[in-house]
């Protein structure tokens, strides 16, 4: 049973997790969370799969965190790409299964450790989690900005009017990704003979969480 005597926010997001941590519950995998401040997601993650390889990685790691054989801990930034290399050359040499950041929440940071993990350490079929994107939207976030709602004054205006656009911090690296996904369009759209295919499998954008599973 999951309650609170685990200490993180990990709990309030499980219900969006949960589609796609459904094929690993009972599996051997290696999952990889960048971003564990006091460990408590870890310990979760230890809880939920039993048989699971479990890998945190903080800038500060969380002190007297209880020794297990299937939790390994790492200290280092998600921005030192040799480092995300000798975590997974050490903790997952054949590839890690899930990898979550709950890490900066800046969006260049999250887009530098993305592509890096995602093209050289996550395996086929894959899925990535990225969280609190919405931070994209906030003033007092350090890369985020409120979003101008200046056209939203009637319904009419609404369908006559595109979307305001909005490309600062971890939400415009969102629209990236979604450009990703859209890349058979988008080649087809500038004229390509051949369509480009995405690395994605399929983005999923939920409330908090970013879910993309990695082509095969």
């Known amino acids: 049973m999951i309650n609170s005597t685990y200490d993180t926010d990990k709990i309030s997001y499980l219900e969006l997790y949960q589609p796609f941590f459904r094929e690993f519950q009972f599996s051997e995998f290696t999952l990889l969370e960048i971003g564990v401040l006091k460990g408590g997601s870890l310990t979760l993650w230890h809880s939920l799969f039993p048989k699971a390889q479990i890998v945190g990685v903080d800038i500060a790691l969380p002190t007297n965190f209880p020794k297990t054989k299937r939790i390994t801990l790492r200290q280092g930034s998600q921005i030192d790409l040799p480092f995300l290399d000798k975590v997974a050359l050490e903790c997952a040499p054949n590839g890690f299964d899930f990898i979550i950041d709950d890490a900066s929440h800046y969006g260049e940071y999250t887009k530098c450790s993305f592509w890096h993990l995602f093209e050289n350490h996550l395996n086929p079929g894959g899925i990535y989690a990225i969280e609190d994107w919405g931070?994209?939207?906030?003033?007092?976030?350090?890369?985020?900005?409120?979003?101008?709602?200046?056209?939203?004054?009637?319904?009419?205006?609404?369908?006559?009017?595109?979307?305001?656009?909005?490309?600062?911090?971890?939400?415009?690296?969102?629209?990236?990704?979604?450009?990703?996904?859209?890349?058979?369009?988008?080649?087809?759209?500038?004229?390509?003979?051949?369509?480009?295919?995405?690395?994605?499998?399929?983005?999923?954008?939920?409330?908090?969480?970013?879910?993309?599973?990695?082509?095969?």
Request: hydrophobic letters at 30%.
């Open 135 to 216: 931070t994209g939207y906030w003033d007092d976030w350090p890369d985020g900005k409120s979003l101008d709602r200046s056209l939203y004054n009637s319904k009419i205006e609404v369908s006559k009017n595109p979307m305001p656009n909005h490309s600062y911090g971890m939400v415009g690296f969102v629209k990236q990704l979604i450009d990703e996904q859209g890349a058979a369009d988008i080649s087809k759209g500038n004229g390509a003979s051949i369509p480009q295919q995405s690395k994605f499998k399929s983005i999923t954008v939920t409330p908090y969480v970013v879910f993309i599973t990695k082509a095969n």
